[in-house]
């Protein structure tokens, strides 16, 4: 080898091969300036979750955050600031609840009562009985059994003994665990149909408790620790329940198996106060814009959602992540710049129930896909089954996307972004992360996330993103819970992650070539063609 | 060394050359088939926690408990069961307790009332002001600012990160740590009037929170978590408290404070229903023997406080310890032997407030010392400077007591025991440990160990000593917390502990020999000379 070669070699390593972006350093200065010096990202959460509380769709609280949402991002000159509605169903929220146990003894019990049931008469006094089912071959035991009865529905388990820590942070081998391609697979038809059947198992329930005339029912928290969940379906008014239903603590309910096994059978006093809402059935995306140079160039977006459990003010999950769309939104349009593409920030409803806002955008703006007739499949939600339609027929706004970014694991750090498979998006998403190397945010994962609002856009081959997430005490105790407070959620961790997601977003807006996008699914992934159903479960 | 001397010592040294220990095998396996085939240690555990509920002293509830234990003793043939009783003070009981955030928004509070505060007349709404107050000096500034109000007295911190798991049992790396020697040391007196200040700022606060018209006070959760503890002092007459108090969980109380900073003060709905019985200002310790053969021989005994904390059902803290100590007298008595020296079993009362029990016990039965005059000392507790006066006085019992064997550190099983500094008490205990290797219990820790019913009777020169036990979740999340409960017992820990302490009492009562004990304390031990005190706390 010549020398000179040799030299030139080595100046074009000196940078990466794939050098192609043009990262404006200055421009993250100064995003970075108005996010950590100047930054509301924290108070913007705290409003959501202190002051709103929790925000299940089509509640008060819900429509009093899509109102204050949609005022935040006018007052900061956001454009087209818009609700879009979608057919969801019926609005629910709690007023109160009160669960005693009244005999053997007299205790208060930590109670929530689960979503969309109905309320109480009043207070109610039964006493209780285990019978635990889980499917509809459970019911034959109880039936006859259940009248004016206090039903407990969940099989007692022995507790637990966490061997991981509470609270914690991604190590560097963490993170390099996560960057795995992940090869497409599809559920095969067997799989997912027990798992249509799991959902529907809810209607089917409740259906059974009331023509046995059963008072409540009462199930256990599905972690230990004094959480509370309170998760619920049936929302549409032609899935609604008929009987009251609480969640108790898993310590709770277990007290009451125990006495329930060994002495008389306790008595419970429940009073659950919660109120429907139908007088406007629609759900609300709320969307605003940032309106870009180039009307041919399209837009790139932004998304979180915004509705949230309720057993606490669904803090991490996800004001967290709705204020970190609105802060990226409030740090850009304050820049007073002027992006090539259109800039668009989204907060969407109905995440909780089966992503169904992002799907309500999807389906209206990008592609459509054969609609589901199969009344079951229907009646359990789209989730499962909207992204095994073909084909695939993309709308007229298909080509214009041409990246979003979502934001759904917690309240923790960005360590990086999950690729979806996508090989060429790569090196660029390195590129993009460089200049928060020293935040902590350097990992692309070459592989898939999933569980919140990019997977339809994925599903329809557009680029839909996920952020690597720090995480915290999200899964240990945060999720759904009622510790989902703003004490849970780190300030400092916020603050980076706006000022990452309103950088990718520039980079992504003002990048000079397209950004690279997946092929068009046009059947789906392949099934394991090995399979034998397990029917015992 | 003639080769037949080297034989000699060869056999001589293949057992421990304190091979003095006679410990019946037999005997053994007939206490653990008792306590593993036959046991109910968990079912007594479930009854005290389940079924009885929080025991604090001179409640309904303990009450409850001093007359199921007794009964139990009596059923099981153990002898002289009996209560002993001493000046302790009120009972207080919890009938309810309801909490609502009312403004800005509706929101339920978890809350427990703070021990011996008053309840609130019915349900009182007022503001909330926050006023963090830890001294004395603290109260100026809030001075005429307080009428009408709800004073949150304690100061917001930032939450918690826990880096350790929520439940662990001992490495045997730990268990080496443990064995350590502990220097006598005694705490200067400008230290101990500190802590005698502390322990009286709570009624100190209390009157001034009184004198300036405060509606109610509460305070924060020490721990994240959604916990709650509600400890309280004040339950004699001549020291009760005037405010009612309450203790909300961190995230709850951590609301308020936000909200109080950055919007609108909140109002706050207080409904605490809480009583005081004072038909008997005595508690009463449970005591009951299995009578030895030799009447000159003297007695050992067992213990466990009966009392506990409300928070939950004091299911690990101190059903658990005391379900052993009944369990162990279950197993003797039932197998029909006859010790030499007396077995005595006593369950305690008054251990949350000052080990108060198990002072009345060695103070009427074992030792005096000069009383206290100072009356500041006298209302906040005697814990703190008994141990300091003298000189001991032996009573005509002192000589009586071989050997006490106290449990109370959660629900874990035995895995040794803290031998107390006496150095002449480690061998014994390591043969008697021997046949329990297998289940885990090794370790004779040379140390000492504190907090609970052995520390009096050790400051008196007596042998008490506490077992070592795996940790659980009970130092992470039960002691003393709304998690208290049975699920977090394991049966098979208990049953282990249960046939250790059976054998251990065993062992003491039937040894041929004396067991050793330590020399008369004449002075209090060393402090440290060279101390500057350190007021700034």
Chains 1, 2 share one sequence.
Do not use: C
């Amino acid at each position: 080898m010549k020398l000179r070669l040799f030299a030139a070699l080595l100046l074009s390593t000196s940078a990466p091969v794939f050098a192609a972006e043009n990262v404006d350093r200055d421009m993250v200065n100064r995003i970075v300036d108005a996010g950590m010096n100047h930054g509301q990202v924290i108070e913007t959460t705290a409003y959501l979750s202190d002051r709103i509380g929790g925000r299940m769709t089509n509640s008060p609280q819900m429509r009093a955050a899509e109102a204050w949402t949609q005022s935040k991002f006018k007052a900061w000159g956001l454009s087209n600031v818009r609700a879009e509605g979608f057919e969801f169903g019926r609005g629910w929220s709690i007023d109160g609840i009160a669960v005693r146990m009244t005999a053997p003894r007299v205790l208060n019990l930590r109670a929530i009562p689960i979503a969309w049931t109905p309320p109480t008469p009043g207070a109610v006094t039964a006493g209780v009985i285990v019978a635990p089912m889980k499917r509809e071959r459970d019911f034959a035991k109880w039936r006859g059994k259940l009248r004016g009865k206090i039903v407990m529905v969940t099989l007692p388990n022995d507790g637990s003994e966490p061997a991981k820590s509470v609270f914690s942070r991604y190590a560097d081998d963490d993170l390099r665990k996560l960057d795995t391609y992940d090869q497409p697979t599809t559920v095969d038809d067997a799989t997912a149909d027990r798992g249509l059947q799991r959902r529907l198992f809810a209607a089917k329930l409740d259906a059974f408790l009331a023509a046995e005339g059963a008072t409540a029912w009462v199930r256990a928290a599905r972690t230990d620790g004094g959480l509370l969940f309170g998760e619920g379906s049936g929302f549409r008014a032609d899935d609604a329940r008929r009987v009251p239903g609480i969640e108790l603590t898993a310590e709770d309910y277990r007290r009451l198996a125990r006495l329930a096994k060994t002495d008389a059978a306790p008595t419970l006093e429940i009073d659950s106060r919660v109120r429907f809402h139908d007088a406007d059935t629609k759900a609300y995306n709320i969307i605003a814009d940032l309106p870009g140079r180039d009307p041919k160039a399209g837009y790139v977006m932004a998304g979180a959602h915004l509705d949230s459990w309720v057993a606490a003010d669904g803090a991490t999950d996800n004001a967290a992540g709705s204020a970190v769309v609105m802060e990226a939104a409030r740090i850009l349009a304050g820049l007073g710049v002027k992006p090539k593409r259109t800039i668009r920030f989204a907060l969407w409803a109905g995440e909780e129930q089966g992503l169904f806002g992002s799907l309500a955008y999807v389906d209206r703006h990008l592609a459509s896909r054969p609609p589901e007739t199969d009344p079951e499949r229907l009646k359990a939600g789209s989730y499962a089954y909207w992204t095994r339609s073909f084909p695939i027929t993309p709308r007229s706004g298909y080509g214009e996307l041409a990246a979003y970014f979502n934001l759904d694991n917690g309240s923790g750090k960005i360590r990086g972004i999950y690729a979806e498979n996508n090989a060429a998006a790569v090196p660029i998403f390195k590129e993009w992360l460089a200049p928060f190397a020293g935040m902590g945010a350097t990992t692309v994962a070459t592989g898939r996330t999933g569980s919140t609002d990019h997977v339809y856009l994925q599903s329809v081959g557009l680029p839909g993103y996920q952020f690597i997430q720090d995480p915290l005490d999200y899964p240990s105790r945060t999720h759904h819970t009622n510790l989902d407070t703003v004490d849970h959620v780190k300030a400092a961790d916020l603050r980076q992650a706006a000022v990452i997601m309103a950088s990718f977003l520039w980079n992504a807006a003002n990048r000079d070539a397209a950004l690279p996008k997946m092929p068009l699914p046009t059947k789906p992934s392949p099934t394991n063609p090995f399979a034998y159903p397990d029917d015992d479960e």
